[in-house]
């Protein structure tokens, strides 16, 4: 093994040790809101680009089916959420798999 695998895993090790400490909950909290808060940023972002500023009724849009807007934007914002919540989960999963890996 190279010496800088060895420091990578060293650094991975360290840092993973500490992430436990806090626990698996803030962990999931933390990491899967942030994911989730970027993934319906992205969503927001391609939704607000094709459909508001790209049609030529955009002022038809925006006056009669803005509270269709907000709620389109509350349900996929819960859903990027759960998403965020499952990918952050999977993270755990796979880095306590390879910290119990490095450390047996």
Do not use: Q
């Amino acid at each position: 093994m190279n010496k800088g695998a060895n420091v990578h895993n060293n650094s991975f090790i360290d840092k993973w040790s500490k992430i436990r400490d806090k626990g698996r909950f803030k962990y999931l909290v933390t990491r899967g809101f942030g994911i989730g808060l970027l993934i319906f940023l992205i969503w927001f972002a391609v939704f607000t680009m094709t459909e508001i500023l790209l049609s030529p009724n955009r002022d038809i849009i925006l006056s009669e089916k803005r509270t269709i807007i907000y709620a389109r934007c509350a349900m996929w914002f819960i859903y990027c959420e759960i998403l965020g919540f499952i990918f952050a989960n999977l993270r755990w999963k796979r880095n306590e798999e390879k910290f119990l890996n490095m450390t047996k």
